[in-house]
């Protein structure tokens, strides 16, 4: 097979959330263990940090992956989901898992293969603990796929767990509860490892608590020490050090306090010996995240971000609101598992509207959308596809005017894929 063929293979052959909703999710650990004793326990090899969340999850695991980096350690970084490559999802030092490897890893397992039917996630987290281990990391940052608990990254025992925050998503599979949600995130709290939660509610407090204490495991709540403030599009932290930082969402400022806080953490550990606040600086450049309110474009101003939930939008319609401009034009496509009545709630009224949907079976449609921004006050037209949707924007925009691209992940990745 050649690589094309490697990824069609992981994409069609095995079930994948992303593409098939619940369907493609195996609750679980059957398989993950199976395939963990095939490739021989390869994530014992390796120190690891483990990172939960509703939101947030990918730029602490990025930024946390960019300090160790830093310090001069080898790091493996595993996030899901990719939006251009799929070997985004597995990184050593930044740098994207070869073609190579993913081929020759899954024609193993063809040929091994003759009774297991494992999911897409469960395959790509067996290939990512083995690349780790033949690359000979010294620390790896796992960033959770979906829940926690039963999540096939949880057969890992880290040094270090963070949860960055809890909000109402994947309801069908994780409870319809922040509490229910907090108990299958609190999942991979473990015992004696200590554990730093990024934002806690009333109802989701008390699950880590408990969680925390069953494990033996110090527990620290970051939103009760402000260890940065925000000004002015720069980061001061409370001992006075200012850096810019390269992610600019302003959901980002949350975001950098946890981190900032597990670093506490890493220090305490001995694994850091300092922490280096220009790092902060270069996240997005050293570990290729990317479409965290990244500026695509000026005159017009054109930014994208994967922000697709309501948690997330609490921050891009303040942020997107802010934005000083002649006119808002936004591209705007969302999934049918999201709650999408109350993120449409939370979009300007006065911008012009480019609804459309991803080649995702869970897309909703965009003249759906269309008639539903027609009943909040949202005027705009559907396009079929994601490119004609942002030609469009970009074409009726002037140069003062600012186009934002989002609503789903999969609404920015068909973008980026046009401009990489």
């Given at each position: 097979m050649d690589y094309q063929e490697t990824c069609d293979y992981l994409f069609r052959q095995t079930p994948s959330f992303e593409k098939s909703g619940k369907t493609g999710f195996n609750e679980g650990l059957a398989n993950t263990l199976t395939l963990d004793d095939y490739y021989g326990h390869p994530h014992r090899s390796f120190k690891t940090i483990h990172v939960a969340g509703t939101n947030g999850k990918g730029s602490v695991s990025h930024t946390l992956a960019a300090h160790l980096q830093d310090a001069g350690y080898k790091v493996g970084l595993y996030t899901s989901p990719h939006l251009v490559d799929f070997r985004e999802r597995i990184r050593v030092n930044g740098k994207m898992i070869s073609e190579q490897y993913v081929i020759n890893f899954v024609e193993d397992f063809i040929r091994w293969n003759s009774h297991l039917s494992p999911s897409f996630f469960e395959l790509t987290t067996a290939l990512a603990f083995k690349y780790f281990?033949?690359?000979?990391?010294?620390?790896?940052?796992?960033?959770?796929?979906?829940?926690?608990?039963?999540?096939?990254?949880?057969?890992?025992?880290?040094?270090?767990?963070?949860?960055?925050?809890?909000?109402?998503?994947?309801?069908?599979?994780?409870?319809?509860?922040?509490?229910?949600?907090?108990?299958?995130?609190?999942?991979i709290i473990k015992e004696g490892v200590p554990v730093v939660i990024g934002e806690t509610t009333p109802e989701t407090k008390p699950v880590f608590e408990a969680k925390a204490k069953e494990q033996h495991a110090p527990i620290t709540f970051a939103d009760e020490t402000t260890l940065v403030e925000m000004k002015d599009g720069h980061?001061?932290?409370?001992?006075?050090?200012?850096?810019?930082?390269?992610?600019?969402?302003?959901?980002?400022?949350?975001?950098?306090?946890?981190v900032l806080h597990a670093l506490n953490q890493l220090l305490a550990l001995g694994i850091l010996?300092?922490?280096?606040?220009?790092?902060?600086?270069?996240?997005?450049?050293?570990?290729?995240?990317?479409?965290?309110?990244?500026?695509?474009?000026?005159?017009?101003?054109?930014?994208?971000d994967t922000g697709h939930n309501v948690g997330g939008w609490e921050y891009l319609s303040r942020q997107i609101a802010s934005v000083t401009c002649q006119k808002r034009h936004i591209v705007f496509g969302m999934v049918s598992d999201k709650d999408v009545n109350t993120v449409m709630t939370m979009l300007p009224k006065d911008a012009k509207y480019y609804f459309t949907q991803a080649p995702t079976h869970r897309a909703i449609p965009a003249d759906h959308l269309v008639e539903k921004g027609k009943t909040l006050g949202l005027t705009g037209d559907a396009y079929p596809t994601v490119a004609e949707a942002v030609n469009a924007a970009l074409h009726a925009a002037t140069p003062s005017d600012f186009v934002f691209i989002g609503g789903s992940t999969y609404v920015v990745a068909e973008y980026l894929k046009t401009t990489i």
């Open positions: 281990k033949d690359q000979q990391v010294d620390i790896a940052v796992i960033e959770v796929g979906l829940g926690g608990r039963l999540d096939c990254t949880n057969i890992i025992t880290p040094i270090l767990s963070v949860i960055t925050n809890i909000s109402l998503d994947h309801t069908d599979m994780l409870g319809d509860t922040l509490a229910k949600i907090a108990g299958e995130k609190a999942g980061y001061t932290t409370v001992d006075g050090i200012t850096f810019e930082g390269d992610l600019k969402g302003i959901y980002q400022l949350k975001n950098t306090n946890t010996k300092e922490v280096n606040y220009d790092v902060f600086n270069h996240v997005a450049e050293n570990t290729g995240l990317m479409a965290r309110w990244q500026k695509m474009g000026d005159q017009p101003l054109v930014v994208c």
